[in-house]
């Protein structure tokens, strides 16, 4: 059998539960560095970093699922929900890290939201995947009926540009590993592009 047939069949029998158990984990185990003095001299910045840099690397991992399936014939469907919903959770833990360990200062928070653009595009990015996780259920699917549901999830698209351009916004220069990320998303983004012009075009 070759890798793909192996992994498609593997990817099958897997359940998906184990992972929504497991996606927590990494999030209590940088909150127990955070709270031992493994992070650094400035624990809450590098938890902060953490949690989102972690979060923009699901919703990549989420946009590489159709193009996997396209491409290669990896069929990985199954896990997009799970990993779909383990990013919205990183981006919550990433913002409330901001509000509740950061800031802190309630009257700075929408003062900082509107002034500084990086923040500005963070929490667009966020609200933008709300919906998402709101109708990630197989009740929402029904109820929105499928083309409505596949529409409304295209938000997804604008919520991963948002949160790499946030993060590139966020680094102190112009610094490799954010430009890598906001190069990924984008090349992902024209795969999914390419092909519909394609049959657009045939």
């Known amino acids: 059998?070759?890798?793909?047939?192996?992994?498609?069949g593997w990817a099958r029998r897997v359940p998906t539960w184990p992972f929504y158990v497991l996606a927590p984990l990494p999030a209590v185990w940088w909150l127990w560095l955070g709270l031992t003095g493994g992070l650094g001299?400035?624990?809450?910045?590098?938890?902060?970093?953490?949690?989102?840099e972690f979060a923009l690397q699901l919703l990549i991992l989420g946009l590489c699922v159709t193009p996997l399936r396209t491409h290669l014939g990896l069929n990985l469907i199954r896990f997009r929900r799970v990993i779909g919903l383990a990013a919205f959770l990183y981006v919550v833990l990433h913002l409330l890290t901001w509000l509740l360990?950061?800031?802190?200062?309630?009257s700075q928070i929408w003062a900082d939201i509107v002034k500084r653009p990086y923040i500005t595009i963070g929490m667009a990015g966020f609200v933008l995947l709300i919906p998402l996780a709101v109708t990630s259920?197989?009740?929402?699917?029904?109820r929105m009926g499928p083309v409505a549901w596949r529409r409304l999830h295209r938000l997804v698209y604008g919520a991963v540009l948002l949160g790499a351009i946030h993060f590139v916004m966020l680094a102190k220069g112009l610094q490799l590993e954010p430009l890598l990320y906001l190069a990924a998303v984008l090349g992902l983004l024209a795969m999914r592009a390419i092909p519909r012009r394609a049959r657009a075009s045939a």
């Open 41 to 52: 001299v400035e624990p809450i910045k590098e938890l902060e970093h953490r949690l989102g």
């Open 101 to 106: 360990l950061d800031v802190r200062i309630w």
């Open 1 to 8: 059998m070759d890798v793909v047939g192996a992994l498609n």
């Open 137 to 142: 259920t197989n009740a929402a699917i029904r």
